[in-house]
């Protein structure tokens, strides 16, 4: 070429090459038969050409049939004399095979980049010390690492601690059995520490002798499948149990076909249906259902479970091997095809809620005695206030009786008709003491009693009086002491044992037996009373019993099976008052033709018995002053009577707040008041209180138609020093005011 790499000369082979003739290339700058993207690099190359200097380089000409030709040119700078370039000598090789050769190999190249960097699984190759030479960029969302900083690194050295000798172990037996390709499970280090769990696999890369020269590694995050495993694991575990806790549940639950036969029947429901395993598939439900229930199943549960897909209610099972029924409350839905609606089976849990209708019964029983309770209590305070009213009466005519009988001769005709009014007056007295016992008042006098003495006392003295009653008595050696009104629990056993008499006309056995007992809440709830110790008592009679109307109305008052005029109907209203005076408890158990047994409970005390001071008949008489504070007129006057008959000065009140001024006006003088409970304006208790006041050293002598217990009680524990009951005789009002006085 010239100096304007015009072609001065071509050999044949480099037209052929292009598809030209000679004659066409000769004269034509040889950039006309470049390819366009060439023309940059050759004006370059010229220009270097100019410079004197010779080059190797490659072109791509544009054949004259549209083809590339590729050639390697080796080109010669030729200077003229003055050293300017004259031309360029050039020589040309055909490459064009060797570049779509190598054109492919970039394209490979260009496929295995993209499939190296879109590979989930990281793929490594090792030299056959295990370091890494190569790693897809996979590693670096695995590990943490990027390719180039995997190079060079032991794979030994991201094992994890613990497996390192496995692992190492396997690579041993590979290579002694010959394998080419292991896997295995480890954890490799992350790059910030953490280690992550990987699959392996490695196919080792041997020469031809068979030597290892290296090897492919393969491995995968397996980090989800475990979890993976781990939820699956858990499911089934969650699965086993809940298979479990039906199987082994409390409740009742099984599942039946369409047609109502069972497939399946957890263990209780076999229990509670008496169904062996092997029978189960042989049931069907309306088998277990009672006769008198199978038309409800038919009419209501059925239907219901058809159109609303399920029913709820309460049901009696049948115990197909013992016969016995079992009150449940069932739950049944119906389990539908998902895709068709169809009823593929049915599914029931039943609960057992024989213990609660049991409850639910206990709690009607209880409501019902608390019903009976306050109805009693009703009628007691009606019966208390009678009581006292009827008292205040008889008190009139004790008094006036006594005080004639004190100054009349016993020879006198007149004394013994008074004497029968005194017993008249005790009479009505007796009665009114059944009515407080009823009325849960009758204990004037409480103290620590062994029952033994009171059971032993009692029986004998009846049995004395009826011989064809067989008295058996079994007393406890160690029994408890218990506070009692002596008299009062006198009469609630002599009531108990004439009770018996009248339901064995023809003789019989009454069977008296005593023991400690310890009582806890549930026992003593339906009483109304506090659990501990009590001293319970048993009386048994062979009579002819009572049934469940008679025995429902025994406790209340004036109810009575005998003819008219035979009894009051306040016998065992009285007991019963008494006991529960007493904080204690009586039932009763008995059935026509066998017989009756009252079971009593009295608490126990720790106190012990004191020795009792035996009565005196002796009118004692004083010359000290008594304040008398009572609002009935016809009592006042009569104790004034009373009272100065025995020497005493008296002064009298009509009312709480008299009485309070008299003793503010007269307190030196005055050495006793005898106070009455049941007043108009000021009460006795708060007169009490008031007087203690002034003087927290009075004596006060409290005296009520009303027996001792509620109020007078409160007043006799707040310091009051003494109590009397009305109706009174003279001996006693004497005896007790001396007792006071003294």
Not at 165 to 181: A, D
Request: net charge negative; aromatic share 6%.
């Amino acid at each position: 070429m010239d100096s304007d790499a015009r072609m001065t000369f071509i050999n044949p082979q480099m037209a052929s090459m292009l598809g030209y003739t000679i004659e066409e290339m000769l004269g034509q700058k040889l950039e006309l038969f470049l390819a366009a993207d060439q023309l940059s690099d050759h004006h370059e190359q010229m220009k270097i050409r100019a410079q004197g200097e010779n080059a190797v380089y490659e072109r791509c000409f544009r054949k004259k049939d549209g083809g590339n030709l590729w050639v390697l040119i080796s080109a010669n700078a030729i200077i003229d004399s003055e050293g300017k370039l004259a031309g360029s000598f050039g020589m040309l090789t055909d490459i064009t095979e060797r570049k779509r050769a190598e054109e492919s190999l970039v394209k490979l190249a260009e496929k295995f980049r993209l499939i190296t960097e879109n590979m989930v699984d990281c793929v490594a190759l090792m030299d056959a010390s295990g370091t890494y030479q190569y790693t897809t960029p996979s590693y670096r969302e695995t590990l943490g690492y990027d390719p180039e900083e995997m190079i060079g690194i032991k794979g030994f050295s991201l094992i994890h601690p613990d497996d390192v000798e496995l692992v190492f172990k396997l690579y041993i037996e590979s290579i002694e059995q010959g394998l080419r390709e292991i896997s295995y499970e480890t954890r490799l280090r992350h790059k910030d520490g953490h280690y992550v769990p990987i699959e392996i696999r490695v196919r080792s890369l041997n020469d031809q002798q068979g030597k290892i020269i290296g090897g492919v590694l393969a491995a995968r995050d397996i980090t989800k499948r475990l979890q993976l495993e781990q939820e699956r694991q858990v499911a089934e575990e969650e699965s086993r149990r809940l298979a479990s806790v039906v199987l082994h549940s409390r409740e009742l639950v099984n599942l039946a076909t369409p047609n109502g036969t069972m497939f399946f029947l957890n263990d209780a429901g076999k229990k509670m249906l008496g169904i062996p395993e092997e029978d189960v598939a042989q049931t069907n439900i309306m088998q277990v259902i009672p006769e008198n229930l199978r038309d409800k199943v038919r009419q209501e549960v059925l239907p219901a479970i058809s159109m609303d897909g399920f029913w709820e209610g309460d049901l009696q099972y049948l115990n197909l091997k013992t016969g016995v029924l079992t009150d449940v409350h069932a739950i049944t839905y119906k389990i539908t095809d998902p895709n068709t609606g169809e009823l593929q089976f049915m599914a029931n849990v039943s609960l057992d809620i024989t213990a609660r209708k049991k409850a639910e019964e206990a709690q009607r029983i209880l409501e019902e005695r608390l019903q009976q309770a306050d109805k009693m209590e009703a009628i007691g305070t009606l019966a208390g206030g009678i009581a006292h009213d009827f008292n205040n009466l008889l008190m009139g005519i004790q008094g006036y009786a006594s005080m004639i009988l004190l100054n009349l001769d016993t020879s006198n005709p007149n004394y013994e008709r008074l004497k029968r009014i005194e017993q008249q007056v005790q009479s009505g007295a007796d009665l009114t003491s059944q009515l407080l016992g009823f009325a849960r008042g009758g204990r004037y006098e409480v103290k620590p009693t062994n029952m033994n003495e009171i059971i032993e006392k009692t029986s004998s003295m009846f049995g004395r009086t009826k011989k064809e009653i067989s008295i058996n008595r079994k007393s406890a050696k160690d029994l408890w002491n218990v506070e009692v009104d002596r008299g009062q629990m006198e009469q609630v056993f002599l009531n108990l044992y004439v009770n018996a008499w009248q339901a064995m006309p023809g003789g019989g056995d009454i069977y008296l037996e005593t023991q400690n007992a310890l009582l806890n809440d549930e026992q003593t709830l339906p009483y109304s009373v506090n659990p501990g110790k009590y001293v319970k008592i048993t009386i048994t009679d062979t009579g002819k019993g009572m049934d469940e109307k008679t025995k429902e109305r025994i406790f209340d008052p004036f109810f009575t099976t005998k003819e008219m005029g035979r009894g009051t109907g306040l016998g065992l209203a009285t007991v019963y008052g008494i006991i529960k005076g007493h904080h204690g408890m009586i039932n009763v158990y008995s059935e026509p033709a066998h017989g009756t047994t009252f079971t009593i409970y009295l608490p126990a005390t720790d106190k012990e018995i004191s020795k009792e001071k035996a009565p005196t008949e002796e009118i004692v008489t004083g010359t000290e002053t008594i304040l008398l504070v009572e609002d009935e007129k016809m009592v006042m006057e009569v104790n004034k009577e009373l009272l100065e008959s025995m020497g005493y000065t008296v002064y009298v009140a009509g009312s709480g707040q008299e009485g309070i001024a008299v003793y503010m006006e007269k307190r030196d003088k005055i050495d006793l008041i005898v106070l009455d409970m049941i007043m108009p304006g000021i009460s006795g208790s708060e007169t009490f209180d008031r007087l203690r006041k002034i003087n927290p050293n009075i004596k006060v002598l409290l005296s009520s138609g009303y027996s001792l217990n509620g109020k007078a009680q409160e007043i006799m524990d707040r310091g009051c020093n003494g109590f009397l009951q009305k109706p009174f005789k003279l001996e006693e009002l004497s005896s007790k005011v001396r007792e006071m006085l003294n």
